[in-house]
């Protein structure tokens, strides 16, 4: 990040670090329990638009009606529109920042909807690029081992 001519959007993401790192830059720390729902363009570089979510559910595992779907657990239905939103926008993949006020550790619920919206993107076919918690001192990726 030397040239003064680049912005944060001409960044290439093509490592999780430079990802983690532009996330921290753009985000900082927890404020409130909130999702982020950001893309990756074709390129990789961050697409349009970043989208903050602070009424989530509860518990991803939750059942809902939907017309369009019918029947479908929450974590389906945000990884499903997360998916027409990623298509709409033309983008390449899906990251998640689940924010929370707290430490880095991982708690239950951070386990549960990590764990369910990695299982919703591949059982709908959704690029999930990373998912990451942003926490009281920072960010942190998420991987599989830490909701399996």
Do not use: C
Not at 15 to 44: K, T
Not at 77 to 94: D, F, I
Request: charged share 30%; net charge negative.
């Amino acid at each position: 990040m030397t040239d003064t001519s680049t912005t944060l959007k001409d960044l290439i993401l093509d490592r999780d670090d430079d990802l983690r790192d532009l996330l921290h830059v753009l985000l900082r720390r927890a404020n409130l329990r909130q999702m982020w729902l950001l893309f990756i363009d074709e390129h990789g570089r961050l697409g349009d638009p970043l989208m903050p979510m602070d009424d989530y559910p509860e518990d991803p595992h939750e059942d809902v009606e939907v017309d369009d779907l019918g029947r479908v657990d929450q974590a389906h239905l945000l990884m499903h529109r997360s998916g027409m939103l990623l298509e709409a926008t033309g983008n390449a993949s899906v990251v998640l920042v689940w924010e929370r006020v707290g430490p880095s550790t991982l708690d239950d619920d951070d386990r549960a909807w990590a764990g369910a919206m990695a299982d919703a993107a591949v059982s709908l076919g959704v690029p999930l690029r990373a998912q990451f918690l942003l926490h009281n001192r920072g960010i942190r990726q998420l991987h599989a081992d830490d909701w399996i």
